[in-house]
């Protein structure tokens, strides 16, 4: 039966199919999806774990117990796991194990851009990239099998455009695999020097063998068409590239591309007049080819940043540039995601502006707090990164003489991710810093995944429930507060009695996020166009409920007011009411 | 090399075009086409500009629609199908809910919306075609949030694929 499944899917399908019983992840786009889907397979154990790192050795764990087992993340999630990841690869494995790395060239919801392809050579395992839906679910089948037969994890490495673009997909029944049993084997899972400079020698020989596999491996193929131009291509480059090139070229697909299939490489190019290379980010697969002392083009002519488009392809190679249909009499004005209304985080963003002290950032919806008109956010670097960040700068400023508050912001999730050891940190080394954290209850950012601190776990079994303040106290925080996000003066004393605090201090802004499920109804909030002096105090909390009219007047959409009052707590002269709804719930 | 049909159905974050997305490719499945379909989820969804990119045909390579080449455009907003214009084939066809959603530039005063867009569109646009899709969605099903489904209805008109089809695919994929 055919399906139509975005690659994502295609992996939780084939991680049924393919008999695995184990999987885990922490969320991030574009690879969220995948566990999504896994999820509610009942012949899968899976789960959400607090982040990346802890994913992949729970995988390795599970692998170890002789369990096929999957581990997901976007690209920045493998540098959280890098560490595992490089010794795992020395280990090898026992049920298979296969990990995902969503990578997101052009940066749609991402932090950074980088090519994760990177990561095969440098922890020296095998790669597979899928270019469709249909390959996405077949070679977490071939993974497990080579993951299995040469005792290595396997990275399926997939990009957004692998990741949320659907294709039909043939599927099948699942396979049950039995799962394999376990034997204590200390030269091969205890990782001292001893055993690892063994080990480390295995790798080698594994990686020489896996080139040989390569070469006879099904999925790198070659499509002889017009042989005066020839493409080394894989993933979704491979697309565009048949896309714009139809039978006019010939292709060298590659599905391995890690190790590379030497001997077939040397064949297509010595078929072809002229070679080049089509993949998007850095020249992996080119600077092989060169390796090789086969002349090839490749970024001279492709960019190394950003995703690729047909267009661009028929633009570099051909010098034509689309037929569009351009709109010039009006400029078109943008349309960025914006803070929700009702979102908790917005209160708490427009107090710490007036406070007008560095604001470290973190990961998450709250991001956008740098956006006008609240721009209280200074930085954003990594999950967890705003703690340790807010230390540094407040130890800094302090060590050279200019002593001063920093605050933190943090989400919940980050703060399960990444945030308790930079608390650790600043209780240690007598820190003074602020964090606060946003804790509206659930990972918001990438969908509404529970974490340690909701209570429920991926499957939806209740849990106890990680209580951050209970968290805090425990590292050594003497300074806890408790507010509720949406009461603007609670939120504003919190603040300003923390900072006045000599030592660190946290400051947990408490509301569910206004997109969950099942609140309670708080009502609408009403402008009273007789009291309004359209000073617009209101605007500038950012509510994207609230509309400005070109006679100066605003109003609030009812359809999209979920009820904060947050605006109604700004306005100076009281004209905003509230509107139905029970009490503040 | 066979012939492929392009679609793009764009909106804002929110307006369910996912969703509509999703009942036009099931439908196309149903008839038997090979589809693609691309979409980004994640900050887009914050009430940021929206595209689903929609292809079919007997063999589909790139799950992307290059700019003036879509055959179809389906247009939540009005601005967002200015927005997306670039995409339309000089004979192609839009279909564009008459509804204005401002953007936060244009909420603070940053940025003008361009209120004209229906007749700037009427200027380029071979075939457009205008859909009141909320006062439809509230006659017709009294529920406003029925929109898409709407559109939908209008973009179908236009496809050649039999109603039947839709009906079924849409009860399969729409929460009752
Ligand atoms: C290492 C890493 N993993 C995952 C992500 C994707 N990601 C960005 S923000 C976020 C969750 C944020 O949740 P929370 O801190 O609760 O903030 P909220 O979005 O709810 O405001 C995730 C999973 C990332 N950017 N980096």
């Given amino acids: 039966m055919k399906k139509f499944l975005s690659g994502d899917e295609a992996i939780a399908r084939g991680a049924f199919e393919y008999g695995a019983t184990f999987a885990a992840a922490y969320p991030g786009t574009p690879s969220t999806e995948i566990i999504e889907n896994i999820l509610p397979y009942k012949e899968i154990y899976a789960e959400w774990s607090p982040n990346e790192k802890v994913a992949l050795e729970v995988a390795i764990g599970a692998s170890l117990a002789g369990a096929r087992s999957l581990v997901a993340m976007k690209h920045v999630g493998v540098n959280v796991a890098a560490d595992p990841l490089f010794t795992a690869a020395y280990t090898g494995v026992n049920g298979g194990l296969v990990i995902v790395s969503a990578d997101e060239p052009s940066l749609h919801s991402s932090q950074n851009e980088q090519d994760n392809r990177n990561f095969a050579p440098f922890a020296k395992i095998p790669m597979l990239e899928p270019s469709d839906s249909q390959e996405a679910k077949d070679l977490v089948g071939e993974a497990f099998r080579i993951s299995e037969e040469y005792d290595t994890p396997v990275l399926l490495r997939i990009t957004t455009r692998i990741a949320h673009a659907k294709g039909l997909v043939e599927c099948y029944e699942r396979q049950e695999v039995e799962v394999k049993e376990y034997k204590k084997n200390a030269a091969k899972y205890c990782m001292v020097p001893a055993n690892a400079r063994k080990r480390r020698v295995f790798v080698e020989e594994r990686t020489r063998l896996l080139s040989e596999f390569s070469e006879t491996f099904l999925y790198n193929r070659i499509e002889w068409g017009d042989k005066s131009i020839g493409i080394i291509t894989s993933g979704i480059s491979y697309q565009y590239a048949r896309e714009v090139f139809g039978a006019k070229a010939s292709y060298l697909k590659l599905t391995m591309t890690w190790p590379l299939p030497e001997k077939l490489m040397r064949e297509f190019a010595e078929g072809v007049e002229k070679l080049y290379v089509v993949e998007e980010l850095d020249p992996f697969l080119e600077n092989q080819v060169k390796a090789m002392g086969i002349p090839v083009i490749g970024k001279e002519l492709l960019p190394n940043m950003f995703e690729f488009t047909p267009e661009l392809l028929r633009q570099k190679f051909f010098g034509v540039d689309p037929a569009s249909n351009p709109v010039t009499e009006v400029e078109i004005p943008p349309r960025p995601p914006v803070l929700c209304a009702g979102c908790p985080h917005r209160p708490v963003f427009y107090i710490l502006k007036k406070h007008r002290v560095p604001v470290m950032g973190d990961i998450g919806c709250y991001g956008l707090g740098l956006q006008p008109p609240l721009e209280a956010v200074d930085t954003t670097v990594c999950m967890g990164a705003s703690v340790g960040m807010t230390h540094g700068f407040q130890k800094a400023s302090a060590w050279n003489g200019v002593p001063r ?30 964090i606060v954290v946003l804790d509206n209850r659930t990972t918001a950012m990438t969908g509404h995944q529970p974490h340690p601190g909701t209570g429920i776990t991926g499957k939806g079994e209740v849990t106890d429930e990680i209580k951050i303040e209970d968290v805090v106290r425990a590292l050594g925080v003497r300074d806890v507060q408790i507010v509720d996000s949406y009461d603007l003066q609670a939120v504003d004393q919190a603040v300003r009695h923390a900072l006045d605090f000599d030592g660190p201090s946290v400051v947990i802004c408490r509301r569910a996020c206004a997109l969950l499920k099942g609140l309670p109804d708080l009502g609408k909030a009403v402008i009273n166009q007789e009291q309004c002096t359209r000073c617009h105090a209101c605007l500038r909390t950012g509510c994207p409920a609230l509309v400005s009219h070109p006679d100066k007047s605003v109003t609030i959409d009812t359809n999209a007011c979920n009820g904060c009052f947050v605006c109604g707590q700004v306005c100076p002269v009281g004209a905003i009411e509230k509107v139905g709804g029970g009490e503040r719930g | 090399m066979a012939k492929v049909t392009n679609v793009l159905l764009v909106g804002v974050g929110g307006q369910g075009t996912i969703l509509a997305t999703k009942v036009l490719a099931g439908v196309l499945q149903d008839e038997g086409y090979d589809v693609k379909m691309s979409e980004v989820h994640g900050m887009s969804q914050r009430g940021g500009s929206v595209v689903s990119f929609v292809r079919y045909g007997d063999r589909v390579y790139s799950p992307l629609v290059e700019q003036g080449t879509a055959d179809l455009i389906l247009a939540f907003e009005k601005l967002e199908a200015l927005r997306w214009l670039p995409y339309l084939k000089a004979e192609g066809t839009m279909v564009v809910n008459d509804l204005e959603i401002l953007p936060a530039p244009v909420l603070l005063g940053k940025a003008s919306y361009p209120y004209n867009a229906l007749e700037i569109l009427a200027g380029k646009v ?9 006062q439809l969605a509230e006659e017709k099903a009294g529920n406003a949030r029925t929109q898409n489904i709407v559109l939908l209805g209008a973009l179908a008109k236009r496809m050649g694929i039999a109603p039947g089809t839709w009906e079924r695919v849409i009860r399969a994929s729409v929460p009752p």
């Avoid at chain 1, 933190?408 to 820190?431: P, Q, R």
């Avoid at chain 2, 071979?126 to 909320?134: D, H, I, N, P, S």
Wanted: overall charge neutral; charged content about 15%.
């Fill in chain 1, 405 to 434: 508050k920093v605050v933190g912001v943090i989400g919940d999730s980050t703060f399960f991710h990444g945030g308790m050891t930079g608390v650790a940190d600043m209780v240690f080394n007598n820190g003074s810093g602020v």
């Fill in chain 2, 126 to 134: 071979r075939e457009l075609v205008t859909v009141k899709a909320a």
